[in-house]
């Protein structure tokens, strides 16, 4: 299973012309074993609100269903999500095991 983070960042000025001011990847296609579950949870439990999308046996995406305001003096949000691409079907159960597990199935 491998795992990248995303980002994109919102600031007044970009938001009036409908785009983002900047997006990328925090990380991208860190593999993850089995021994670094915790760390997959704690992924997951750092997003605001996560919401699992775009969900099959190749991958899963889960969005913060909210975005958090980095820099209040210029009213700059950040949006984040984590992708997961797994290599088996037995790491798609386990991935949705721990998702079930910790946010109940949302």
Not at 14 to 19: H, L, R, T, V, Y
Not at 35 to 60: T, V
Request: hydrophobic share 35%; charged share 30%; glycine share 6%.
């Amino acid at each position: 299973m491998f795992i990248s983070k995303t980002y994109d960042i919102v600031t007044p000025e970009s938001a009036e012309q409908g785009d983002v001011a900047d997006s990328g990847f925090e990380f991208a296609d860190v593999r993850v074993t089995e021994y670094r579950a915790q760390e997959i949870r704690k992924q997951l439990r750092d997003l605001a609100c996560p919401r699992l999308n775009d969900w099959d046996h190749g991958g899963a995406t889960v969005y913060a269903d909210e975005a958090y305001i980095r820099d209040y003096r210029t009213a700059e949000s950040v949006s984040e999500a984590l992708h997961f691409t797994f290599e088996s079907p037995a790491e798609a159960r386990a991935f949705r095991k721990i998702w079930n597990r910790y946010f109940g199935g949302k």
